[in-house]
């Protein structure tokens, strides 16, 4: 846990919340780029148990994505991995989440909740959102170009919200995933010991499989 800061303010603790199917350097540049951006005494990543914005598509074992997190964040001392939403039953949803973090970490923190600039155009569908400002301030991250749709954003409480350019957000899990299952390398998309972990335990070969029969590797 986050110890006292010695200049005597509150932590300040962020949350990146994701499957992380796989992660990639796109999620290590934001969160580095946030903690930097507000000062964060820690970053915790938070891999989804069952995300319920995914229930139409296979999510790889929660145990997989826990463990691949895990050995990407590895040598940044700031960074660490909870089990938070991989051990509570039944879906996941960031209100849970922030809940039980506020719990653990106790009242006496400032938490800062790290996600995609487009999720934040949705927040308005997540469960019980209107608590959610008074867990954890929001950080939305974009790349240098995109368009956000600032008709929901102008709806949220606007100092409890920072959208942030961060220039590596060009990397999905999705394009990882597919490259996997093409054959193709994903080295310097994600790091090195998550390349070897994707092999050693076949992630995404069913997605090659499938890739395969549709013909896409024709």
Known sequence: MTLPREDGHRPRVG????TFDPVHHGHLVAASEVQAWFGLDEVVFVPTGRPWQKADREVSAAEHRYLMTVIATASNPRFT????????????????????????YGGDVD????????????????????ELFELAEFVGC??????????????????????VE????AISSTDCRTRVARGE???YLVPDGV?????????????RAATIHDGGDT
């Open 166 to 169: 961060i220039p590596a957000l």
């Open 185 to 187: 390398p994903v080295w």
């Open 111 to 130: 938490l800062f909740f790290i996600t995609g600039a487009d999720a934040l155009e949705q927040i308005l569908t997540w469960r019980d959102h209107s």
């Open 81 to 104: 991995v909870s089990r938070v939403d991989i051990d509570r039953s039944g879906p996941t949803y960031t209100i849970d989440t922030l809940r039980d973090l506020r719990e653990a």
């Open 15 to 18: 949350v990146m919340g994701g």
């Open 195 to 207: 390349v070897q972990y994707i092999a050693k335990h076949r992630l995404y070969a069913a997605d």
């Open 142 to 163: 974009t790349r240098p170009g995109h368009d956000i749709d600032t008709r929901t954003l102008t709806e949220l409480p606007q100092d409890r919200v920072t959208i």
